[in-house]
């Protein structure tokens, strides 16, 4: 078994690979099928000659002189409404941000040929797995516990996803076709719920430019169409996201997109997401620090229509910590999130900077809380600050029961870290080293899976 760690990459070299199967594809069978090459990994679905394929592609798209011009095109504009603005530690980590967009800007270009479609997941801290090198994708506040995969689709064209769920099934799964790179326009949706599965658990979604009319795992593809885009919620790092594969059914209009052709799509969607990209970022920021916004639905900003969230902002001083608590709800996912100013998530593997519903611990009186500290505070509900003093927070419910009579209430309070003890809620979960350590190992191995090889 091979696992690929994440690290801190360059652009290097593609891999000469030979592209995935076009042939009309066979339904998914009970277990992840290896045998025609498509699926390489027989416990990870993510593990395809698909992402293997567009992987060696975008690495080589990121070393190109004429991507990085537009990469450097894209700092400039970021950097002229923020450069005067941002904290000194804010604006250090401004390069390794827009390494990162660049990448996710190529990661979109690059799978952008709705002629010849493919399964690809994106917006990932960097690894080395599958043979590439690849760099980080983060951006945008991406949420750790989901599985990100987009696939090409213009109108016109006639396509089936075919799909398999497993015994560990996500705890939430979205279908979202969206209108533009990125990837905030919604013009069809399938929740998780809205799939009719097969009993082995496998399923087919079809996408044309006609109407369901009745047809179950069916979307229909608007003339602005550009990608579907899923998530698979983990609110346990121990399920499998879904397994995917994709055809076109109708013949393609033209040959390939050339090399050259893909450079110029990155290109475009690095300069096209700058302004949404600093838009999303004051949707946070355009707040009094310190502050937490009550839940609220994620549609008319641009994000996933079946979801609630809370966000904020803090500066802390040093010596400063936050507490975090709201009542309890019903709900099939949650999480929350630390991110550094630019809305990358904070390290993740290494780092308690994220908990969802399986990670954390309520209360022993049902109510929920959580310390950001940038110190152990010796409790199980830590958010690790990574030592910065300048972050956002993000917390997210999918799948809210309909029983559900209200949102729940979020607060936030800062105060000195030597008054926790005297200041946290007496039902808290607390955590000893030992503890500690079995959080982290715990966490470091389900985060390996998402890069099995084998």
């Given at each position: ?353 994220s908990m969802n519903g399986t990670q954390l611990e309520p209360d022993s009186d049902g109510n929920v809380s959580f310390v950001i500290a940038p110190n152990d505070p010796g409790v199980h509900n830590w958010l690790d600050t990574t030592g910065l003093h300048e ?64």
């Amino acid at each position: 078994m091979k696992i690929g760690r994440r690290e801190v990459i360059a652009g290097a070299g593609a891999l000469a690979l030979t592209p995935p199967l076009r042939a009309a594809l066979p339904a998914i069978s009970r277990s992840i099928e290896v045998t025609d090459g498509y699926f390489l990994s027989s416990s990870n679905p993510c593990a395809t000659a698909d992402q293997r394929w567009l992987d060696a592609k975008a690495v080589e798209l990121f070393a190109r002189p004429d991507v990085q011009q537009a990469k450097e095109r894209a700092a400039a504009g970021f950097a002229r409404v923020t450069d005067q603005t941002v904290s000194a530690e804010v604006w250090s980590q401004f390069p390794g941000y827009v390494d990162s967009f660049a990448m996710r800007s190529i990661q979109l270009g690059v799978n952008s040929d709705a002629n010849y479609p493919r399964v690809y997941r994106v917006y990932s801290p960097a690894a080395n797995w599958l043979g590439n090198r690849v760099p980080a994708s983060k951006w945008g506040q991406e949420n750790p516990d989901n599985i990100y995969r987009i696939i090409p689709i213009r109108h016109g064209g006639h396509y089936v996803v075919h799909g398999k769920r497993h015994a560990n099934t996500p705890s939430d799964v979205s279908y979202t076709l969206v209108a533009d790179t990125n990837t905030s326009i919604t013009v069809g949706l399938l929740g998780q719920k809205d799939i009719v599965s097969e009993p082995d658990g496998s399923f087919v979604i079809t996408l044309d430019e006609t109407p369901a009319n009745g047809r179950s795992n069916h979307i229909q593809v608007t003339p602005d169409a550009q990608y579907l885009f899923i998530r698979d919620s983990l609110n346990d790092w121990a399920q499998t996201p879904n397994a995917l594969r994709v055809e076109r059914l109708n013949a393609p209009s033209r040959d390939p997109l050339t090399i050259d052709e893909l450079a110029a799509r990155c290109a475009l969607v690095m300069r096209d997401g700058v302004a949404p990209a600093y838009y999303w970022s004051r949707l946070v920021l355009n707040a009094q620090p310190g502050v937490l916004s009550q839940p609220h639905g994620t549609g008319p900003s641009g994000g996933l229509l079946t979801q609630m969230t809370s966000h904020g902002w803090f500066a802390l001083k040093p010596g400063e910590a936050v507490i975090v608590g709201f009542d309890p709800i019903e709900a099939s996912y949650f999480s929350i999130v630390l991110y550094d100013i630019w809305g990358r998530s904070l390290e993740y593997r290494d780092h308690l900077t994220s908990m969802n519903g399986t990670q954390l611990e309520p209360d022993s009186d049902g109510n929920v809380s959580f310390v950001i500290a940038p110190n152990d505070p010796g409790v199980h509900n830590w958010l690790d600050t990574t030592g910065l003093h300048e972050f956002t927070a993000g917390l997210r419910w999918q799948g809210i029961s309909p029983d559900a009579r209200k949102p729940p209430h979020v607060t936030a309070r800062i105060l000195a870290e030597h008054h926790l003890d005297s200041a946290l809620p007496k039902a808290i979960r607390k955590a000893s080293p030992e503890q500690r350590d079995a959080q982290i190992r715990q966490r470091q191995a389900d985060y390996q899976r998402r890069f099995l090889e084998s």
